[in-house]
């Protein structure tokens, strides 16, 4: 596929781009070829990091990027399932009514509230409640 | 009759509502009842088959079983609905069983709020497509914001509740954070 190309300059420390020239030479590519390998294995490692996804969700729900870089990263499901989630915040559900108080755990529930504690915890000292 | 409006929700959110209220464990939040607060505030109305799903998720000594009793126990406030002897074609998206009749309910009901937890995976498109308005569409955590907004729910509690769902369920952060930002935080 013949995409279009961009020429781009930057500095690097010498002792890098020497490593990289071996390496390429040994492999018996391009510097050029060797750097665009490495660039697409970073950006594909950093759409399976979680910490990541988490900064891009940031940025997308607070509009800091737009939905072509989230689909371009993520996928195009997961960019949709961004974006309509996003779309929903601006919405509001329907008002609830409530005309008085709650009703109290007895008037509401068929009897006692249960309460579950895991086996493990050994720290059994909270006082059995029904709150 | 009275002026509450109609929700649909599936078995997860029921679940998820109770959870917090059973957990005995020091990390779940304390002090006031989701569940109680939604089935209060809102006419919600259910497929027959959540009962059948609640009560398949009792009978063992966890967290879950012990949240399906606690919603057994609430479910005389719930409108149950025999959706499987009505529906002609079942909706074809992909999702369980479940989740279509509780669309297949929202859409015939023409009720104005579907909740959903499906929000973390891609079903959340599915369940959008396949209800009719998904302007009805709404998440637990939106929905507890919103009463919270209305003093229906103290704001620490959801405040913790969010936090505590983030931890035990994996629920989308970033998402989270956008509804405490716009409901709790002013």
């Not at chain 1, 930057?10 to 071996?22: H, K, L, M, Q, T």
């Not at chain 1, 919405?91 to 007895?106: C, F, G, M, N, V």
């Not at chain 2, 997860?12 to 779940?28: C, I, K, M, S």
């Not at chain 2, 079983?65 to 959706?83: E, F, P, Q």
């Amino acid at each position: 596929m013949a995409e279009e190309k961009t020429r781009v300059d930057f500095n690097a420390p010498a002792s890098i781009v020497e490593r990289a020239d071996n390496a390429a030479e040994l492999l018996d590519i391009s510097r050029t070829q060797l750097l665009i390998d490495a660039l697409q294995d970073e950006l594909d490692g950093l759409a399976d990091d979680d910490g990541f996804r988490s900064r891009l969700r940031d940025a997308y729900y607070d509009e800091r990027v737009d939905f072509q870089t989230v689909k371009s990263v993520l996928g195009q499901e997961e960019a949709m399932r961004m974006k309509l989630l996003r779309a929903s915040i601006d919405r509001e559900p329907p008002e609830p009514q409530l005309k008085a108080e709650l009703p109290t755990d007895e008037e509401f529930y068929d009897g006692e509230v249960p309460v579950w504690r895991s086996d493990e915890a050994g720290d059994g000292d909270d006082a059995e409640s029904t709150a | 009759m009275d002026d509450k409006p109609i929700s649909v929700v599936d078995t997860n959110v029921l679940l998820n509502l109770a959870t917090p209220v059973v957990d005995g464990r020091p990390a779940a939040p304390t002090g006031a009842d989701p569940l109680k607060a939604l089935l209060s505030s809102y006419h919600v109305h259910v497929p027959t088959s959540v009962i059948g799903e609640l009560s398949a998720a009792t009978g063992s000594d966890d967290l879950l079983s012990a949240a399906a009793d606690l919603v057994l126990k609430a479910s005389h406030h719930l409108t149950t609905h025999d959706v499987e002897a009505k529906i002609d074609e079942p909706l074809d998206y992909g999702l369980d069983q479940g989740e279509s009749d509780g669309i297949w309910l929202a859409n015939t009901l023409d009720a104005p709020l579907f909740i959903t937890d499906e929000f973390n995976s891609t079903n959340y498109l599915f369940v959008s497509l396949a209800l009719d308005d998904r302007n009805t569409l709404f998440t637990t955590p939106h929905v507890l914001c919103k009463l919270a907004s209305h003093e229906v729910l103290p704001s620490e509690y959801v405040d913790a509740a969010l936090s505590y769902y983030v931890d035990s369920k994996g629920w989308d952060e970033q998402y989270l954070n956008q509804l405490r930002h716009k409901y709790l935080r002013d």
